[in-house]
């Protein structure tokens, strides 16, 4: 059981550039979603998914892209890198329920140049 | 819309001292509370959570939190902080659907404190 996955766990863009971060799980869980964390601003959501084929933005969606193909998986792509995007990265998943918690991924940190 | 405060960005107390951690939170509706941690360079980690039941919650690590609805408070504590504690703590809610159209499953984080426990 390993968890939560992402990867990579460092990386280095230039502006413009595009990637895709990857997280998997392994639990079956129904929900998925990505944050940003930030000095001083906490941790933010970008996108989430509540099941295959379902996904839906979160409060700073602009300049990322998501689909949720498979349970499992729930990559999140960046369409051309802005250093305002400079930031780390988490992937988490939890049961579809508002009881249990979440699972978080080792985080992506991420530099745009 | 729902928020959730966590009052003071850093918090250092002297080992083997008591900690407290304060959140509160403005919410329609009953909220589930969580407390979370993160030790650098690594993701949060679960550390305890209200359901219902108790207002003394108790999780790992000898942290504690307490649920006060008229203060809509949850505070973590723990009786005797040590070097290793030290770390960023989050506060999260979690909703019901009818709360403003939240998702189930969603959670909505305090910002963090910055724990320091000093030798």
């Known amino acids: 059981n390993a968890g939560v996955t992402q990867t990579p766990k460092f990386q280095v863009l230039k502006t413009g550039q595009s990637m895709t971060l990857q997280c998997a799980q392994d639990?079956?869980?129904?929900?998925m979603s990505w944050y940003r964390q930030d000095p001083g601003m906490g941790l933010r959501l970008i996108h989430y998914?509540?099941?295959?084929?379902?996904?839906d933005q979160g409060e700073v969606p602009n300049g990322y892209n998501v689909s949720r193909s498979t349970t499992e998986d729930f990559p999140l792509r960046l369409l051309s890198a802005a250093p305002s995007q400079t930031s780390v990265y988490f992937c988490?998943?939890?049961?579809?329920?508002?009881?249990?918690?979440?699972?978080f991924g080792q985080g992506t940190r991420l530099t745009v140049v | 819309a729902q928020s959730v405060a966590q009052p003071e960005d850093q918090v250092n107390v002297a080992e083997g001292n008591p900690l407290t951690v304060k959140c509160t939170y403005s919410?329609?509706?009953?909220?589930?509370l969580f407390w979370y941690v993160q030790y650098p360079n690594r993701g949060l980690q679960f550390l305890l959570k209200?359901?219902?039941?108790?207002?003394l919650v108790k999780g790992s690590y000898g942290f504690e939190a307490e649920f006060n609805k008229s203060q809509t408070s949850f505070h973590l504590k723990n009786p005797s902080a040590l070097v290793s504690d030290s770390a960023l703590y989050f506060c999260?809610?979690?909703?019901?659907?009818?709360?403003?159209?939240?998702?189930?499953?969603?959670?909505?984080f305090g910002r963090g404190t910055q724990l320091t426990v000093w030798p």
């Open positions: 919410v329609s509706g009953n909220p589930y």
């Open positions: 999260a809610v979690s909703l019901t659907p009818a709360d403003r159209g939240s998702t189930l499953g969603r959670l909505y």
């Open positions: 988490a998943s939890s049961y579809q329920t508002r009881a249990d918690e979440a699972f």
């Open positions: 998914s509540v099941g295959a084929g379902i996904t």
């Open positions: 639990m079956n869980h129904e929900y």
């Open positions: 209200y359901i219902t039941g108790d207002n």
